[in-house]
């Protein structure tokens, strides 16, 4: 079956950068792409940001675009998703999705808190 | 970047009723619209793709439709575990959005 496992909550204080891995089994890795989702609490997801699994071509928000990098391994089909310069507003539990346009498959997410 | 507005913030409905949510794109993404239902503590799960695609185990009880800037979720027979956040979102153009979401609660 197909499954997305996320690294472990982080705790960051501002500043600093996360780095969010998700690892994929159950398909084949590189004909699908991988999809980085955010939400803060109480608010809605907001796209992050995809990569194609075979050639690592990447589309970021533009609001997030100067502080993200998104990669892949194919050796482990685990992608990666680094996050740098968090402020308090980068607070929010992350996923990791397959697919570039809906969402069929979520990782569990992985909480990161911004403080001081 | 495309606006997806869902029209309501909360509905509260009794069990065994129909409940209607909408959402709204601000310019026509055709049918590359899909909806997800998200309950406290959980990720959100895909169910409906192409406006209409039933995602893999979702309940018939739950319809999806439209086209262009209008699209509708219905759900029949509410039960108790429809009780969630439903989200629209858009994967026509990037970058992808989504609704602000709609709460349905069970009265």
């Known amino acids: 079956q197909v499954q997305l496992v996320q690294s472990g909550a982080e705790m960051k204080e501002p500043g600093a950068s996360v780095r969010v891995s998700c690892r994929a089994s159950g398909y084949s890795f590189t004909k699908f792409g991988m999809t980085w989702v955010r939400q803060a609490p109480g608010q809605a997801p907001e796209w992050m940001g995809w990569i194609t699994a075979y050639n690592g071509h990447t589309d970021y928000a533009q609001s997030l675009q100067d502080r993200i990098s998104m990669a892949t391994d194919t050796s482990t089909n685990t992608g990666y998703m680094e996050l740098r310069s968090l402020t308090s507003d980068d607070t929010a539990m992350y996923y990791c999705v397959r697919r570039g346009d809906y969402y069929d498959y979520w990782g569990q997410g992985t909480l990161v808190t911004v403080s001081s | ?107």
């Open chain 2, 1 to 107: 970047e495309i606006m997806m507005t869902q029209s309501a913030a909360t509905l509260s409905v009794s069990p065994g009723e129909t409940v209607t949510l909408s959402c709204r794109a601000s310019q026509s993404v055709g049918t590359d619209v899909a909806w997800y239902q998200q309950k406290p503590g959980q990720a959100p799960r895909l169910l409906f793709y192409g406006a209409s695609t039933r995602a893999t185990g979702v309940p018939v009880r739950f319809s999806g439709s439209g086209s262009g800037t209008e699209f509708t979720l219905i759900i029949s027979s509410l039960q108790s575990e429809d009780s969630a956040v439903y989200y629209c979102h858009q994967y026509d153009v990037w970058p992808r959005t989504f609704g602000q979401g709609t709460k349905v609660e069970i009265k």
